[in-house]
């Protein structure tokens, strides 16, 4: 009998990668994994430890990484979204959140998004989806996402902060030696700049029934 589909969702920070995998994971009824989530937790048990994510290696803590520490709620806070750039480029973090990532999809397939889904992760996935869109709607996209009023005197500078902080992190993410983040060849790229939510994933949607309409699932 044939497995269950994989679906890899890769891309820069916030190009609404984990809003688009989890309605995918919903229209195909598969299980959804942030993978970006493991490497804030383990980000976030460095800092917790009082270790540098910079210079410490965090390999003991991703090793020993557990359901719970994906659930916490200070996840997505900046200094917690920098150690996870951080920790990110140890290749024996990396090596150790590899398990967690590949047995989640074995038994019923899955949607998961990242960096390295397609090109580390799973290079056999069924459909590999890049998602991207300019530095500066993505900055838009993180402002409001996280709390930023639509009008009022700092609403501009701080966007700008929003978006230098990306910028950063895409091109720590894409230089490191670690599975750095790019477009695996076999990727389809999705453009969202003028696109919403609702239309990325009506075109992913289509994407993704060509692919497993012509594999036969
Ligand atoms: O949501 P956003 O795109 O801002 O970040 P995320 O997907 O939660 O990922 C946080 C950080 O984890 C990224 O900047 C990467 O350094 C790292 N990451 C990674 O290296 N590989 C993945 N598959 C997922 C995340
Ligand atoms: O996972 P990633 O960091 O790539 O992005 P996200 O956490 O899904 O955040 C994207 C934000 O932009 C969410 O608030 C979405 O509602 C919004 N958005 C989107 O995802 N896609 C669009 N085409 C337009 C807006």
Do not use: C, H, N
């Given at each position: 009998?044939k497995?269950?589909?994989?679906?890899?969702?890769?891309?820069?920070?916030?190009?609404?990668?984990?809003?688009?995998?989890?309605?995918?994971?919903?229209?195909?009824s598969?299980p959804?994994?942030d993978?970006?989530?493991?490497?804030?937790?383990v980000?976030r048990?460095?800092?917790?430890?009082g270790?540098d994510?910079a210079?410490a290696?965090?390999e003991?803590?991703a090793m020993?990484?557990?359901?719970?520490?994906l659930?916490r709620?200070?996840?997505r806070?900046?200094?917690a979204?920098?150690?996870?750039?951080?920790?990110a480029?140890?290749q024996?973090?990396r090596?150790?959140l590899v398990h967690i990532q590949?047995s989640?999809a074995?038994?019923r397939?899955?949607v998961?998004d990242?960096?390295?889904?397609?090109?580390?992760?799973?290079?056999?996935?069924?459909?590999?989806?890049?998602?991207?869109a300019?530095?500066?709607?993505r900055a838009?996209?993180?402002?409001?996402?996280?709390?930023?009023s639509?009008?009022?005197?700092d609403r501009?500078?701080?966007?700008?902060?929003?978006?230098?902080?990306l910028?950063?992190?895409?091109?720590?993410d894409?230089?490191?030696?670690?599975?750095?983040?790019?477009?695996?060849d076999?990727?389809v790229?999705?453009e969202?700049?003028?696109?919403?939510a609702?239309?990325?994933?009506?075109?992913?949607?289509?994407i993704v029934?060509?692919?497993l309409d012509?594999?036969?699932?």
């Open positions: 009998t497995s269950m589909p994989v679906i890899a969702v890769d891309g820069p920070a916030a190009a609404g990668k984990g809003t688009l995998a989890k309605s995918l994971a919903e229209a195909f598969l959804y994994l993978t970006g989530l493991l490497y804030r937790a980000g048990r460095m800092l917790d430890a270790l994510p210079t290696s965090g003991e803590l020993a990484l557990s359901p719970d520490d659930k709620t200070d996840l806070t900046p200094d979204t920098r150690a996870a750039s951080l920790v480029r140890d024996a973090v090596q150790a590949r989640f074995a038994e397939g899955g998961l990242g960096r390295d889904i397609g090109t580390v992760i799973f290079p056999d996935a069924d459909v590999k989806l890049y998602i991207t300019s530095p500066r709607t838009e996209r993180r402002y409001t996402q996280t709390g930023g639509e009008t009022g005197p501009e500078t701080d966007i700008s902060k929003v978006e230098t902080a910028i950063e992190r895409d091109k720590a894409a230089t490191r030696a670690a599975a750095p983040l790019r477009m695996a076999d990727a790229k999705i969202t700049d003028t696109l919403t609702e239309q990325v994933l009506t075109e992913a949607i289509r029934k060509s692919v012509a594999k036969a699932f």
